[in-house]
């Protein structure tokens, strides 16, 4: 087996904890993993996981869906309740309605199995640099009601905090950036996500979320807007739009 898969030096020496309990799926990936400089720690269950996060602290978790006891979707949520340590997770299951529901508990990403150890490491690396609160030239931004710190990681609207996750922040500054500008899902995937291709329905999972804790009423979305037939955008003053929807 070869294990030569690229190393990114802005990431070499990250800590990430593989969550599954097939060792030969740990193994591999660890193995991958590592040789892209990574430091990797295995854990075969959501509760050893959960154990071993207070003590490694990772930079991201990569956590099969498919474990005994606790599975991946109510140790994906413990994690997230916690705090917002990146996770990417692996499921054996292809059905849309499955993916969806490990990025509504908080997964930052997902890879369907069996997957290349190669396009493990990619995925890895990507998640990484989208997630970790890496210093910014910008400073902060303040329109409207809000404030978005992105050096302290933090979103307030009339003065009171947002518990978002890494990506929805990253998702709500992009757009506040960029006040009354259209983007279609593919744009936002590439300029939130840094992916070049992928499920759209990442996009508009993590949008609806988005809407749970910006919006006062997400069925009428003020602020965060559906533009029909075109994509999303942001109005930080609420007025009422003149295309808008909840989906």
Do not use: N
């Not at 400073?139 to 809000?146: A, D, H, I, M």
């Not at 804790?213 to 942001?234: A, C, M, N, Q």
């Amino acid at each position: 087996m070869s294990t030569s898969p690229h190393r990114s030096g802005d990431l070499e020496g990250r800590r990430i904890l593989v969550v599954d309990d097939d060792p030969t799926v740990a193994e591999v990936a660890a193995a991958y993993l590592s040789a892209a400089g990574f430091v990797v720690d295995v854990a075969a269950d959501g509760v050893e996981a959960l154990g071993r996060l207070e003590t490694l602290a990772p930079d991201l978790v990569v956590l099969d869906v498919m474990l005994p006891g606790m599975d991946g979707i109510e140790t994906c949520r413990r994690i997230r309740a916690g705090g917002d340590t990146a996770v990417l997770m692996l499921t054996a299951r292809t059905a849309a309605d499955d993916r969806i529901v490990g990025l509504e508990a908080g997964a930052d990403d997902y890879l369907t199995k069996p997957f290349s150890p190669r396009e493990l490491v990619l995925r890895a690396q990507s998640v990484l640099r989208r997630t970790l609160a890496e210093a910014r030239p910008e400073g902060p931004v303040v329109c409207g009601g809000y404030r978005i710190d992105p050096a302290a990681r933090i979103a307030t609207r009339d003065g009171e905090e947002l518990a978002l996750t890494a990506r929805e922040f990253d998702l709500l500054e992009y757009l506040a950036r960029r006040p009354g500008q259209v983007f279609d899902r593919r744009r936002l995937l590439q300029a939130v996500w840094g992916w070049s291709f992928g499920d759209l329905s990442t996009v508009t999972v993590h949008v609806r979320r988005l809407r749970e804790k910006i919006e006062p009423d997400r069925s009428r979305p003020r602020h965060l807007v559906t533009v029909w037939g075109v994509g999303y955008r942001f109005d930080p003053t609420g007025e009422p739009p003149g295309e808008g929807g909840a989906s």
